[in-house]
């Protein structure tokens, strides 16, 4: 990876089809409740479009627009994220990851839970996303 | 000490084979799962959950807890890498 050579071609199609790979991805998170899709699938998306960034503009740059300890703080949120959402609940007398009981006033039930989908489907995204681009900085092996 | 172990693999794999016997045919309309599980996910996920896709009811609802598990899985393996790589890779550089 080191020395790359910066091809106008190369970085010009990579930063025409990132932010499209991305809002796609966030509409696979956010299209889960509907059809096929998810966290899982929409993390996945996302860390591809940052790893085609790394290997278009070459690391050094890209590291300092998302770092690895980057990467690995988005991860630890997502999973902070899905605990939140199980442990909320617990503050109005419902069980772990009940997320009819999670404490917000002006929803019912059912719609509770389906935002509490989302929200763990953002959780789950963000875990994967930022999991897959630790690994692939460091299997790349540009991390000290 | 390989005939033993030749011996008891052939002894398993015959039990699997006669317990897969008494195992419902795949599809079949009758099978445990499928007479009470399948038709309250079927009839109850959307009124429940307001969420149309039954699959993302189950996995992030149903069965949130396990999918907290996988991704603390997920999540597991990418600190793995973090502690392991760093380290193989300055023993490599040394050698």
Known sequence: MRGIIHNTIVDGVARLMVPFIQIFALYVITHGHYG???????????AASIMLLRLAMGEEEEHRRFSPTAAAAVAATGILIYFAAGLLPLATGGVFLDYAREPIPWLQGPELRSLGILVVETGVG???WGTLVILFDYLIGSEP | MKALTALILGAFFLLFVYAESDLPRPGDPAAPTRVHITPRYIEGSFPETKTPN????????????DTLGETAVIFTAG?????????ALRRGKRQ
């Open chain 1, 126 to 128: 963000m875990v994967v």
């Open chain 1, 36 to 46: 096929p899709g998810g966290g899982f699938q929409g993390g996945v998306i996302l």
């Open chain 2, 79 to 87: 600190l793995a890498v973090m502690l392991i790589l760093p380290r």
């Open chain 2, 54 to 65: 039954i699959v993302t009811a189950v996995l992030a609802d149903y069965r949130g807890y």
